[in-house]
């Protein structure tokens, strides 16, 4: 889909759970919590000139929570509202 959306040259914000188990953005493809699975996401997004917005912690200790556009400025001022809230403001 990332492939698709990123040659029809439209703007475009992908939010949601991946359930990659990112320990820190951009990830250390080389650490033990990255799979396969996530390495390949991530090379996704490199390859198709994708920003991933959230670099804090949003479950625990991964960031789970991805916020993806094709532009860099896109997003801005996210805020850490905590364990208790599982949404991510913009």
């Not at 040659?7 to 799979?35: A, C, E």
């Not at 699975?37 to 670099?55: G, K, P």
């Amino acid at each position: 889909m990332i492939n698709e959306v990123g040659r029809s040259k439209k703007h475009f914000i992908l939010m949601g759970d991946f359930n990659y188990r990112f320990i820190h953005w951009p990830p250390l493809l080389n650490h033990q919590t990255v799979t396969k699975e996530a390495a390949d996401f991530y090379h996704c997004l490199e390859d198709n000139f994708c920003t991933q917005h959230v670099e804090f912690c949003t479950r625990e200790d991964a960031i789970l929570d991805l916020i993806i556009s094709d532009e860099q400025n896109m997003v801005r001022d996210l805020v850490n509202m905590g364990p208790s809230i599982n949404q991510i403001y913009l």
